[in-house]
């Protein structure tokens, strides 16, 4: 693709907006690929040149195959995997921004827990079959959205009640933290070989963050089943002596991942969902190898973005930034896949 001028595309949903309008800022040409019903929403943004409208993304093989050798480069987001699944995305054959290899590791909760470990991070206790049940667990499906299908025990009991009631076949039980959530957005760069912070924000989830709000005496009149279901985001500003261990943390999971992944390892967005308990330790309960939703609130920069660049920096115009210098250095081989 050497020197050519570059479109940067995407799938129309998740993050598709601050990814384009940080491409048209960069300097790039831009391209949608919506669902036909999405097509005059997104048209009202004019920072996109181009569209493609198909009739469902399952079309995307179709369609990529008419977008191949026009210099386009593809950002995958929160949505690709939830469309096209890890092994449509393994089967992309447009560049694709990042290394496809993550997409194993982090759709694997086990694959994911040993790469946590390996980078010395904290994670929550997992309680494996035959263990006893000795504190709160939240118990996952594999591959829940949002928070969706997860509940709640407090003991051995509890647990064994519930689960009679749980369809899925493939789950984790994992301790529940008692901390609060919060939600860190890295941009690991392969050309700088360094850590940005780029913002932080905290989810809003209904209606386990509505409970507080009502007496214990009167939660004890109604059967309430906390749920996690992810309703917005708001930003979240750390405690400034918080934030060495946090870029740590980053830096060791991304020197854990050259290790488990291969050389080139994790690169690009990230973000790393945290719990953090009173004594202030952070527990990692799951990483997101991609630009995350909650980046949306900072469309125009973060505090934390401010710190790094003095100008409004994005996660989507950070990417777009990565393949500019990377072309300029025809290095573009680094960060695509
Ligand atoms: P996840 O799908 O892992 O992002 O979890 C969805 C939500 O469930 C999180 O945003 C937290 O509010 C809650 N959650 C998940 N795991 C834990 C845990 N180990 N301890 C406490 N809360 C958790």
Not at 91 to 106: A, C, R, S, T
Not at 195 to 203: A, F, G, N, T, V
């Amino acid at each position: 693709m050497g020197k050519q001028s570059l479109t940067i595309a995407t799938l129309g949903s998740h993050s598709a907006l601050q990814i384009l309008k940080g491409a048209k800022d960069e300097g790039f040409k831009t391209l949608l690929i919506a669902t036909s019903d999405r097509l005059s929403f997104y048209k009202r943004f004019p920072f996109i040149d181009k569209f493609v409208a198909v009739k469902s993304f399952s079309d995307f093989p179709a369609v990529e195959e008419k977008l191949r050798n026009k210099n386009i480069i593809l950002i995958p987001h929160g949505s690709f995997v939830s469309y096209l699944g890890v092994e449509g995305n393994k089967k992309i054959k447009l560049p694709y921004f990042g290394n496809k290899k993550v997409l194993d590791w982090e759709g694997n909760r086990k694959m994911q827990l040993q790469w946590l470990k390996k980078a010395g991070l904290n994670v929550p206790r997992k309680f494996g079959r035959g263990d006893t049940i000795d504190r709160p667990v939240i118990v996952k499906s594999y591959g829940a959205e949002g928070g969706k299908g997860y509940f709640t025990a407090h003991d051995q009991k509890d647990f064994e009640e519930k689960l009679k009631f749980f369809l899925k076949k493939d789950f984790i039980v994992q301790e529940y933290v008692i901390g609060v959530p919060i939600y860190l957005h890295f941009f690991y760069s392969t050309l700088t070989k360094s850590i940005e912070l780029l913002s932080i924000d905290k989810r809003y989830e209904t209606n386990v963050d509505s409970l507080g709000r009502m007496p214990l005496t009167q939660q004890e009149n109604i059967d309430i089943t906390p749920s996690f279901v992810v309703v917005g985001n708001s930003p979240l500003s750390l405690r400034e002596s918080l934030m060495p261990e946090v870029y740590q943390m980053a830096e060791n999971l991304v020197i854990a991942s050259k290790k488990l992944l291969g050389k080139r390892g994790l690169f690009g967005p990230f973000c790393l969902e945290t719990i953090v308990t009173p004594d202030q330790k952070f527990y990692v309960i799951e990483i997101s190898c991609r630009i995350v939703a909650g980046t949306n609130l900072f469309i125009d920069g973060s505090p934390y973005s401010c710190l790094l660049y003095n100008e409004p920096m994005s996660t989507g115009r950070r990417i777009a930034r990565e393949i500019k210098i990377a072309q300029k250095r025809n290095k573009l081989n680094l960060i695509l896949d």
